[in-house]
C-alpha cells in the first residue's frame, strides 16, 4: 500500500510538472474585442482602449471593459470568467457578454446564453448582485455564477467610481463560493472523526449510514459539489478557483486519502450508499465518487 502511495504521489507530481510546462507553451487565446463590442452595442462607435484602468469610450459617454483587466484575482471553479462589459454614463448596464472562461461547460452552458445574461441588463454598479436574491442563481454551476456575479459587480464598481466619478459601494466583498464551504468543513470533520472511532469498535458503524444521507442533502444538493475528476484535472492543468469550497474538497479528499483509505468514497461520496463490495470498489475506481 505504501508503495502504491508512493507510485500516487510520483505520478501527481509529475503530472503537475508537466500540466506547467504545456500551460507555458500553450498561446492563450485571443478576443477581438472591439467585434465583441459591435455585437454588444450596435451602433456606437468606441474609442481605442485607454488607460487607468483599462476601457473604451464613446463620444456619449458609454464606457466598456474586460472584466479581467480590472479584476484578475475574481476566478470561478477552473479560473477566471472575462466578461465584456458595456456602462451608460448612469452607471447602468447595457451590453454584456462572456468572452472566455475554462468553466465545465456542461455546468454553465446556461450561464452563457443570451437568455441569462440579458438579466444583468439595466442593473445598477450599486445593485447587490447575490445569487437567488437579484441574479438567478443555476443548479451545479453555484461557484460560476457567483464568480460571475462578483467579476461584474466589482469591476464595474471599480470603473464606474474612476472613470465615471459614481459614489460606489464596496468593489470587493470577499471571495465567490459563500460559505458552503463551512458546511462540509464541518460534515467532513464529523465523519473522520467518527471514521477512526468506528475502526475500534463496530457499534458505532451506523453513523456511516447517517452521514451519506447527509452528504447527499448537503454535498450534493444543497452544494452541488461532490469531488470528482475535474477536481483533479483543473488541479493539474493549474486552474485553481478562488472558491473556499473547491480547496476545502479538494484538500479534505486528499487528506483522508493519506490517512484513511477510501473514506470519502465510504463516508461521504454522494454516490456511494450502497454497501456491497462490487458497488463500492465500482464507484472507488473513478465513477464520480
Known amino acids: 500500500m505504501k508503495r502504491i502511495r508512493k ?57 466598456a471593459f474586460n472584466t479581467y483587466d480590472i479584476v484578475p484575482s475574481v ?13 451608460t454614463p448612469a452607471g447602468k448596464i447595457m451590453g454584456i457578454g462572456i468572452i472566455d472562461h475554462r468553466e465545465t461547460k456542461n455546468y454553465v452552458h446556461y450561464m452563457e446564453t443570451p437568455d441569462y445574461l440579458n438579466r444583468y441588463l439595466g442593473k445598477g454598479i450599486n445593485d447587490p448582485f447575490e445569487i437567488n436574491k437579484d441574479v438567478d442563481g ?20 471599480t ?18 463560493g459563500g460559505t458552503g464551504w463551512v458546511w ?4 467532513f470533520t464529523a465523519a473522520f472523526g ?22 447527499i442533502l448537503i454535498t450534493g444538493i444543497y452544494l452541488s459539489t ?6 483533479v484535472f483543473n488541479l493539474l492543468l493549474l486552474r485553481p478557483s478562488s472558491a473556499p469550497l473547491w480547496y476545502a474538497v479538494l484538500s ?10 477510501r473514506f470519502y468514497c465510504g463516508w461521504l461520496c454522494p454516490f456511494g450508499i450502497h454497501r456491497q463490495a462490487p458497488f463500492q470498489k465500482m464507484v472507488c475506481s473513478g465513477q464520480r465518487g
Open 7 to 63: 507510485y500516487l504521489f510520483a505520478l501527481t507530481l509529475a503530472s503537475l510538472i508537466s500540466g506547467y510546462g504545456l500551460m507555458m507553451m500553450l498561446p492563450g487565446k485571443k478576443v477581438d474585442e472591439r467585434a465583441v463590442l459591435r455585437e454588444l452595442a450596435p451602433g456606437l462607435v468606441f474609442s481605442e482602449k485607454k488607460t487607468g484602468p483599462p476601457h473604451y469610450r464613446t463620444a456619449e459617454g458609454v464606457i
Open 184 to 187: 462540509y468543513l464541518v460534515l
Open 159 to 176: 470603473v464606474a467610481s474612476t472613470v465615471l466619478g459614481i459614489e460606489t459601494g464596496p468593489a470587493n466583498a470577499g471571495p465567490a
Open 194 to 215: 467518527c471514521y477512526f472511532i468506528t475502526r475500534r469498535t463496530k457499534n458505532l458503524l451506523r453513523t456511516r449510514d447517517i452521514f451519506l444521507v447527509l452528504s
Open 252 to 261: 479534505t479528499t486528499a487528506v483522508s486519502l493519506i490517512f484513511a483509505g
Open 75 to 87: 476566478r470561478g471553479y477552473a479560473g477566471p470568467i472575462k466578461v465584456l462589459l458595456v456602462l
Open 138 to 157: 443555476i443548479s451545479r454551476a453555484t461557484v460560476s455564477v457567483e464568480a460571475l456575479a462578483k467579476t461584474v459587480r466589482d469591476s464595474s464598481r
Open 226 to 231: 461532490p469531488f470528482s475528476i475535474l477536481h
